[in-house]
């Protein structure tokens, strides 16, 4: 049992050690700590790795946009608010209805689109829900990014789904992940909502 075990773990380190990173990154994206950013880069690294082998193509693309967003969103918040007193944390904002409706929209015309290349182009024996859980997600992170707190909302869907998907393809550690990005959705809607609130009053 150990031994395979062993075994197991050294087949599958580099999904190991993208899931740890990964719950590390959801916690300090919580506590809108910058250095998720970093975590998230590296995180990225490793999916790419991971999906390419498992099939999971708009996946794949999906950790080298994340790769890039990670460094858009590290200078965003480094960046901050400037007001009368010098520079401030980037506020946790709430998104409009103007905004919501062309999100929307991009999100549907990104799912068909990844699902129409999935489809014509690659062997992926998951196109509709890859494509699904890559469009939502591009909107999230960049959500994430300008710090608009309904992004925890649309990462409890991905992450529901993606569950699903990645016990149908047996990668059971990012499995376990993405069970923990839920809970961790969740719990960052809760937080950031306080925060929102708390800014609104001072």
Avoid: C
């Amino acid at each position: 049992m150990a031994e395979d075990l062993l075994s197991w773990g050294s087949r599958n380190w580099v999904e190991i050690a993208g899931a740890l990173l990964g719950i590390m990154y959801v916690f300090l994206s919580v506590k809108q700590n910058i250095l998720t950013w970093l975590l998230g880069l590296l995180t990225s690294f490793l999916y790419i790795f991971v999906f390419f082998d498992s099939g999971f193509y708009a996946d794949m693309a999906l950790q080298s946009y994340y790769v890039w967003v990670s460094i858009y969103g590290w200078i965003i918040w480094a960046k901050g608010k400037p007001d009368s007193h010098g520079k401030e944390a980037l506020p946790v904002t709430k998104i409009s209805v103007k905004l919501s409706l062309n999100l929307i929209g991009i999100s549907l015309i990104l799912w068909v689109f990844i699902w129409f290349i999935l489809k014509r182009f690659t062997d992926s024996s998951v196109p509709i829900g890859d494509s699904f859980i890559t469009a939502l997600s591009i909107v999230a992170t960049w959500m994430l990014a300008r710090k608009i707190i309904e992004h925890w909302l649309v990462w409890i869907v991905v992450d529901i789904v993606s569950v699903f998907l990645y016990i149908y393809k047996d990668l059971y550690p990012t499995v376990v992940l993405y069970i923990i990005y839920t809970i961790a959705a969740a719990w960052g809607y809760f937080v950031w909502e306080k925060s929102f609130v708390k800014s609104e009053n001072v």
